[in-house]
């Protein structure tokens, strides 16, 4: 049985839903990522174009439904007509001739091409509760949904408007979108913005909450929710205040302490010493130019401890806060500890790393006698923050607040611990777990991250959130505020000197870091972390959402693996699972659920336990993790993606579609989660990028990270009553297919933008569309191919045609296996970043380009190359493979004893450039060496084109240019075209800002000088 095609199965306006997917990262205000943390959130634009393509058929398809084209035409015009303004000026071309030539969209490829637009434009965050994209969005989507379901016309309205369409599409049936690893909720909420019903589930308690919260409390109870948290938050912040106020003294000239400034402490190891060190990785308070702000410490080895003082810039010069008449000469900005040993003020000793631990391990970590050195305030009627030592006040103050934490804890009789004694993620295993190392430092339960008054603090809020109100619906929301303090109120939060404010301790990293020295924020305070703040973030989420007018989806806590849903329910099945190792949920959501327990009833949180569950986690982290005693290793990860995807098409309908987002970065995740989907008997129909990250210039020099998340589109392949169609293919077809397939391909995602790494991981979903065709794919012989085999001709084939498209119309398999290596590797690395920096940008220079040693290996092989006898191009490290600069090539290139002559007198002549190269060789300065070399000296030609050129570009270099002339005219290298050719795609491949791209270019500019 074939289905019409969905829009999403033909086309993508991926560019421009990229671009507002970039910028949605930027936004902040009123959208759902600053209700709570969740990780790796889904931008919405990127979720709300894919629902719309994915549930709207293409009208260009053969068998789709005339009505519903008719409905796509009648919506489309109406856009034009009564719309046109809010189309963005790539859509506005189009929908003018609709004014002007209505009978323009009687082609359906014409009226695809709009019904393309108007997704690119509701994309647009701004354009999200517009009521008129709105209304025709869902318009569309429930018409689509009449025509996929039974062909039953959908009857628009007479006269279309706003009203007149929610009005018809009122009590209309509604597809259903499925995502059980629902997280913060991006993609069902978008599910429901679009017309769609919802059902979302996760495993994880904190996910449900934000779930719970976003897609059924806030629909359901709209504005009148809005006002009781506004009301209760308020009501909180006051009590909290009643409560706190004696523990956080103002001071007594009415300045207001809004964050305190602590280091951890140790004992110097050094000889003799013993002093106190304090554990600081900064010295700075302010660092704000001529209004700079530092601490200094004041050594006292007699008394075994340092003093502090604070001195600050005025006029230039540093002097002493206290008294500014007097100069710091010296001023020292050292941190105490770098790379956790510490470094004693008073003895210059350096206390390694390992006894730092050993001693701050009994200390669980020392948060709790760490060493109060500085205190910042804000002064009533005067800009900015202030800075002052700490003084009795304070202190006594503290002591307060410990044993007032003591009385309570004594005379708490409620369910849980007092404070959170659940034990922190152990941080082992070479997985997701690396992410934690609070255990090394002797940080074993949750209440060893906080300080008392931290304690203090934080259970006051969650108990404020149990007391205020008998809701539900009122207290998870609240509960998030107490998370988003939590996340400023840890012995984890550092103090930014630059922004004069207190950073969040994970803020959305996919690990939580231990921080020698941190920053107390005031909870009751206005500032950073304090609860009135982060009330406010979560107040106009609320209002944003209710301006959305969604209707309530489903949520629930279950494991993907077992979504409770019938059998052929489901219409479309959208997804974002787990990144393998990159994320570990559960743990980190660890440091928020112990509050948000405490704040909410355990039916609330639709879960009684003392940490998140584990056990049905999917994630790698190759130990045991969970209760399950189960270790999750690579099969353990793709047997239970394997789980959750025929799960996914056993409740899907057989004419539904799915779309699986693929964000991960390896080569093996990626592997995992294709054959765990292929298995389970869903079909790839399409795939498409879409970059969700600014394209950076780091990952261009240091990685091939994925700047775009694939969405891979599929369909169950099962026959009209909903059987797995079991079907054999034959490998030699699949594999005559494959490359037509991906020369559609190549080309298409260029002029989208597409390059490197995003686009041959983009292409896997075309090219799997010929495999997935099939329940199994055999060689003559009967024997069956494995998907692993498929991918890695996958590879080779996009390898060889990328390299045909960067030596354009030069044949690419003319080339030595070491130039095609170095094309396709920089190739790889490529991101739209590269290509354009700017002329006057620093050059840097690359020890070389690193990629996942299987991605590096698969390109090798796909061009026939032999990484084993290419070691002095490419360097194998454990998981990773580097191809050496042409600069890390030069002893190679030279022998020893030119490289010295080269780069001495580029030294000498020159600069800078020249000295890093001198010294990255390693090259002793040895004047005598120098003199004797004749200018035009030259080395000895290298084997293949590629060392020809970077011999050229290191004589370029070094400034020898009557060498490099003798080297191209006499020594007849300069005369071989492929040698300029392999330049001229180096010149285009190599990242702007590196030294590479600057001497290959001034290689070619010696070109036709030459004669050449
Ligand atoms: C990549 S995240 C989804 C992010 C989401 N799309 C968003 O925009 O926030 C993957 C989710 O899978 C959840 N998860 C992991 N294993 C699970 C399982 N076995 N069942 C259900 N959810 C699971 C994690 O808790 C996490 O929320
Ligand atoms: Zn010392």
Not at 123 to 136: E, G, H, I, M, R
């Amino acid at each position: 049985m074939t289905y019409p095609k969905r829009l999403i199965e033909v086309d993508l306006p991926i560019k421009r839903i990229s671009a507002h997917a970039r910028r949605e990262k930027s936004i902040r205000h009123g959208h759902i990522s600053t209700l709570h943390i969740w990780w790796a959130r889904r931008p919405l634009a990127a979720c709300r174009a894919v629902v719309c393509a994915s549930l709207w058929p293409d009208p260009c398809d053969d068998i789709c439904p005339p009505w519903f084209i008719n409905v796509a035409k009648r919506l489309m015009a109406y856009w034009g007509e009564s719309h046109l303004q809010k189309c963005s000026t790539d859509s506005y071309l189009r929908f003018n001739k609709i004014t002007r030539t209505p009978h323009c969209l009687d082609d359906a490829a014409e009226l695809r091409k709009v019904m393309l637009d108007f997704i690119a434009d509701f994309a647009n965050w701004d354009n999200s509760t517009d009521p008129a994209y709105l209304a025709v969005a869902r318009t569309l989507t429930v018409a689509a949904h009449y025509a996929l379901e039974d062909n039953s016309t959908f009857a628009l309205p007479e006269s279309i408007s706003v009203e007149s369409l929610n009005d018809a599409i009122k009590d209309a049936p509604r597809p259903l979108l499925v995502d059980p690893f629902a997280g913060g909720g991006a993609i069902p909420l978008e599910g429901l913005r679009c017309g769609a019903d919802a059902f979302a589930s996760d495993l994880n308690p904190v996910a449900v909450l934000l779930n719970k919260v976003v897609l059924e409390y806030i629909p359901k109870y709209g504005q009148r929710l809005a006002d009781e948290v506004e009301k209760w938050g308020q009501w909180i912040k006051e009590q909290a205040e009643k409560e706190l106020a004696e523990f956080y003294p103002k001071d007594e000239d009415g300045a207001t302490p809004i964050a305190y400034l602590w280091a951890r402490t140790i004992t110097c190891e050094g000889p003799g010493c013993g002093a106190e060190v304090p554990l600081m990785r900064s010295l700075w308070l302010a660092k704000k130019g001529e209004k700079s702000i530092a601490v200094q410490i004041v050594p006292k080895p007699d008394e075994k401890r340092c003093d502090f003082v604070i001195i600050k810039k005025e006029n230039g010069n540093w002097v002493y806060q206290d008294k500014p008449e007097m100069a710091c000469e010296k001023p020292k900005f050292d941190a105490t500890v770098a790379r956790g040993s510490a470094t004693c003020p008073c003895c210059g000793f350096t206390t390694p790393v390992k006894s730092v631990r050993a001693q701050l391990k009994p200390r669980k970590g020392g948060a709790n006698d760490a060493r109060l050195f500085a205190v910042v305030t804000t002064r009533p009627g005067q800009k900015g923050r202030f800075y002052r030592l700490p003084g009795d006040r304070d202190l006594d103050a503290i002591r307060k607040s410990a044993s007032e934490l003591e009385r309570r804890k004594a005379a708490y009789t409620g369910k849980h611990s007092f404070v959170p004694e659940e034990p922190t993620p152990p941080g082992i295993g070479s997985g997701a777990g690396r992410a934690f190392s609070q255990r090394n430092y002797g940080i074993d339960t949750f209440s060893d991250l906080y300080t008392p008054r931290q304690l203090l603090s934080m259970t006051t809020l969650s108990r404020l959130v149990q007391d205020c109100s008998e809701r539900t619906e009122v207290q998870s929301i609240l509960a998030l505020g107490v998370g988003r303090v939590n996340d400023l109120c840890m012995s984890n939060c550092r103090w930014l000197p630059t922004r004069l404010t207190v950073a969040a301790a994970n803020g959305g990293q996919n690990r939580m870091p231990v921080n020698l020295d941190f920053a107390e924020t005031v909870a009751i305070a206005s500032a950073s972390g304090s609860w009135q703040g982060q009330m406010k973030w979560i107040n106009n989420v609320v209002r944003g959402l209710v301006a959305g007018g969604i209707t309530p989806a489903t949520v629930q806590r279950v494991s993907a693996q077992t979504v409770p849903l019938p059998t052929d329910s489901v219409d479309f099945f959208f997804t974002d699972p787990p990144y393998y190792d990159a994320f570990p949920y559960s743990d980190l959501s660890d440091f928020f659920y112990i509050w948000t327990k405490r704040a909410l009833s355990d039916s609330a949180m639709d879960y009684d336990g003392g940490t998140v569950p584990k056990s049905e986690e999917i994630v790698l982290y190759n130990v045991v993790h969970g209760e399950d005693g189960v270790v999750k290793d690579h099969q353990y990860f793709q047997e239970q993606m394997s789980t959750v995807f025929s799960r996914g098409r056993d409740i899907s309908k057989p004419n539904s579609v799915g779309t699986i987002v693929f964000a991960n970065k390896t080569t093996e995740g990626w592997e995992a989660l294709v054959t765990g989907l292929i298995d389970s008997g869903w079909i790839v129909t399409g795939s498409w990028p879409i970059q969700t990250e600014r394209p950076s210039r780091q990952r261009a020099q240091e990685s091939a990270a994925l700047g775009s998340s694939v969405h891979i589109v599929c369909r169950p392949r099962e026959d009209e009553d909903g059987n797995v169609i079991e079907r054999v293919g034959d490998w030699r077809d699949v594999l005559s297919e494959l490359p037509g397939r991906i020369a559609d391909w190549l080309p298409r995602l260029a002029s989208e933008g597409v390059v490197g790494a995003d686009a041959i991981f983009a292409c896997l979903g075309p090219a799997l569309e010929i495999f997935s065709r099939y329940s199994s794919v055999e060689k003559a012989s009967g024997e069956v191919v494995p998907l692993r085999e498929y991918l890695e001709q996958i590879w080779a084939e996009v390898a060889r045609q990328a390299l045909n498209m960067i030596f354009e119309g030069a044949n690419a398999s003319g080339f030595e296996e070491d130039a095609r290596l170095t094309a396709m590797w920089l190739w790889t690395l490529r991101t739209e970043a590269n290509g354009n920096g700017a002329d006057n940008e620093k050059a840097t220079s690359l020890p070389g380009y690193t990629l996942e040693y299987d991605a590096a290996r698969k390109i090798a092989q796909g061009l026939g190359c032999h990484l084993e006898n290419l070691t002095h191009l490419v360097e194998v490290k454990g998981d990773k493979a580097m191809l050496l600069s042409a600069e890390s090539r030069a002893r190679y290139l030279f022998g020893k004893e030119d490289v010295r002559a080269t780069t001495k007198r580029c030294k000498k002549k020159d600069g800078p450039v020249q000295q890093d190269l001198f010294s990255l060789l390693g090259v002793p300065d040895e004047e005598e060496t120098v003199a004797e070399r004749a200018e035009l000296e030259r080395p000895p030609a290298g084997k293949t084109a590629l060392d020809q050129l970077h011999q050229a570009m290191l004589l370029f270099t070094a400034g020898r240019g009557a060498a490099l002339k003798r080297f191209l005219v006499d020594d007849g290298i300069g005369t071989n075209p492929q040698f300029w050719t392999l330049a001229q795609a180096l010149s285009a491949l190599y990242p702007s800002h590196t030294n590479e791209k600057r001497w290959v270019d001034g290689v070619l500019a010696r070109k036709k000088g030459l004669g050449f």
